[in-house]
């Protein structure tokens, strides 16, 4: 049975005119299926964060046709493009992006309180037991600002699982951390798009981390090279 | 997006910069305090200052006034009823000031669901005699208790009790400056002499004192028989019907009613009284604008401190926006965050205005020209309260707003591409 189709890029181009017209993007088209681990490599510049935020729906100025589970997202209003962020996309930033005036816990359950579909004692405990998996249940009250590099991008990773998304997004998670915390961050990745089913996207220009993903699609000035 | 969460979240950004949301919410404290305290301090000085005359000044008067006829023989005739005349030197004729049948005026009045009470009036020229010296005077026959009840009188009396006048035959209340003059005491028998040239002893038994100095050289008060005796008239004899009425603004419509009706002379409050009326209205406007500019000011304080943590929330923006939250809930954030600062020091500033209200309340303020004051005068006035509010919350919701927009149009892209 074929796999269900999760995000669906067809011929994407982007360009910035400032000053000059630039190409950023040309004719980007991939598909990523329910539980793929895709990894996007590609220089500096190559347009691969660029390629990130459209697909996030962040960024709403490009040509071509996204799909998000089989929605077009084009011509959508801002409210519609912030439920679907809300919805379906988890994101994971390079910069952790906690908000410092919040504890880890409550960083976690912010999408959860926008998405408003479960109590808040049971957003609560869904919180508490994604940061156990992760392992650092016991800094669930602390605030942000206290908390380790490696501790913050792991609650960022649990807020992006909040809303039980079908694809997780990663810009540079590892570029911020050292071996160690990299390994945890992959491997938790891994356990998330096996055990949960997740689809997994990350950018990254840390090669060792993308050659242990099961697809790498690699830009190179705008364009995906084929391997 | 629940109500509960959108203010969790306004409140840990606050409590994130509680520093300035406080200097914020005293800055809105302070200016809805002192625009209560300054609007309700204007409208007691306004009061103070009205009543000064319009308490003690009928809303209507009826009267006969000295005027040349207004009908000549020549209107009257016939043979001349189509054409025009002039008549030049016309000269008044001699009226007499007695109004008639007043008291059956005074029945019809008392009857009239529009005023409030009817007080009689003589008012008479007489020359206070001090040595060899004569004073010039003019002698109020008035009736004590209508006086006092619609006019304050009794508020005026400086020494010695209105009442005694009604009770001491002959008795008089001699105004504060000419008793200065004449060095009178409370008891002395001083004496008066008529126009008609006739001589009357007369005892003091109070002093009146209006904050007006002209006035209190020259008025005096006697009972209205007393009045009556010293011109010689029998006890009809009335020169002037006060009336005060329920609604003064009814005035000038019902002088003209009476005037009519009575066939008397009818002068009502703001035709007799215009420039207290302007005087008041312009005052208060000042007091306004003063007020307006304070609040506005505080208002600008708000705008610039949402403005700062906007600029410094700005990854927090982005964030919220990248995890699912929309401009709308954004924008309800900061516009919660702008609202509670208002409504906060707007409560805060109407505790302060009525304290600083009170304060101003019990300052001493003494003058020979106000008897009844011993402290500056305040309006404790709802109004001023309810204004404040719904402007303090107005100006607020507009600070805020303007900066919420900007905070909801926050691209997150380019934010987290910039770091």
């Known amino acids: ?227 | 997006m629940k109500v509960k969460h959108i203010t969790e979240i306004s409140g840990a950004l606050m409590r994130a910069r509680w520093r300035q949301t406080l200097v914020a919410a005293v800055g809105v404290m302070f200016s809805i305090g002192l625009f209560i305290a300054l609007l309700g301090f204007m409208e007691g000085l306004n009061q103070l200052l009205d009543g000064l005359v319009l308490n003690r000044t009928p809303h209507i008067r009826l009267y006969n006034d000295i005027l040349p006829s207004k009908i000549q023989p020549i209107d009257i005739s016939k043979d001349f009823k189509n054409h025009h005349n002039f008549i030049s030197s016309v000269k008044p004729t001699n009226t007499r000031k007695e109004l008639y049948n007043v008291q059956q005026i005074i029945n019809t009045l008392n009857k009239d669901q529009r005023v409030l009470g009817v007080a009689p009036k003589i008012t008479t020229q007489v020359f206070y005699n001090l040595g060899n010296i004569d004073l010039n005077g003019i002698i109020n026959g008035v009736d004590t208790e209508k006086e006092s009840k619609l006019f304050s009188f009794s508020d005026y009396v400086v020494g010695g009790n209105a009442q005694d006048l009604k009770i001491v035959s002959n008795s008089i209340i001699l105004g504060s400056g000419a008793a200065d003059i004449m060095r009178a005491k409370l008891g002395d028998i001083i004496t008066v002499t008529s126009t008609e040239g006739e001589q009357f002893n007369l005892k003091i038994v109070g002093f009146f004192q209006s904050g007006i100095a002209e006035i209190d050289k020259v008025q005096s008060f006697a009972s209205l028989a007393t009045t009556q005796k010293i011109l010689g008239e029998n006890s009809n004899y009335i020169s002037d019907i006060q009336i005060k009425l329920k609604d003064i603004k009814q005035a000038p419509a019902m002088a003209e009613e009476y005037r009519t009706y009575f066939k008397v002379d009818a002068e009502d409050i703001q035709t007799a009284n215009a420039q207290f009326e302007t005087g008041s209205n312009v005052r208060s406007i000042i007091s306004y604008a003063v007020g307006i500019t304070l609040l506005i000011v505080s208002g600008f304080g708000i705008y610039n401190i949402l403005n700062m943590l906007i600029y410094e929330k700005m990854d927090t923006i982005a964030i919220l926006k990248a995890t699912g939250f929309a401009g709308a809930d954004v924008k309800k954030i900061f516009i919660t965050i702008s609202l509670s600062i208002g409504i906060a020091g707007a409560l805060a500033g109407l505790i302060l205005g009525f304290l600083l209200s009170l304060v101003i309340d019990a300052i001493p303020f003494n003058t020979t020209s106000l008897p009844t004051v011993t402290t500056y005068p305040i309006d404790y006035g709802i109004q001023y309260y309810i204004i404040a509010a719904l402007f303090a919350i107005g100006t607020t919701y507009l600070a805020g707003w303007f900066p919420a927009r900007k905070a909801s149009m926050v691209d997150p892209v380019i934010i987290i591409r910039g770091k």
């Open chain 1, 1 to 227: 049975m074929e796999k269900q189709i999760i995000l669906e890029a067809r011929s994407i181009c982007k360009s910035f005119y400032n000053p000059v017209k630039v190409d950023v993007l040309k004719d980007v088209s991939f598909k990523l299926s329910r539980g793929d681990y895709a990894s996007i490599i590609g220089k500096s510049g190559s347009g691969k964060s660029t390629l990130l935020y459209i697909l996030s729906t962040m960024d709403t100025e490009f040509s071509g046709t996204l799909l998000i589970n089989g929605v077009d997202v084009k011509n959508k209003s801002d409210m519609e493009l912030a439920d679907i962020r809300n919805e379906q996309i988890g994101f994971v930033f390079q910069f952790h992006y906690l908000l410092n005036e919040f504890t880890a816990l409550k960083n976690v359950m912010l999408p959860g309180y926008k998405l408003n579909k479960v109590s808040e004692e049971e957003l609560e405990h869904n919180a508490f037991k994604l940061l156990k998996n992760l392992g650092i249940d016991g800094l669930a009250h602390k605030m942000a600002y206290q908390l380790s590099g490696g501790e913050k991008q792991r609650v960022a990773i649990a807020r992006a699982m909040i809303n039980d998304p079908l694809i997780i997004m990663c810009d540079e998670p590892t570029g911020n951390l050292d071996n160690k915390n990299s390994e945890i961050v992959f491997n938790i990745f891994k356990e998330l798009t096996e055990t949960y089913n997740k689809t997994l996207l990350v950018v990254t220009h840390d090669l060792d981390f993308a050659h242990k993903t099961e697809r790498i699609i690699e830009l190179d000035d705008g364009k995906i090279v084929d391997r």
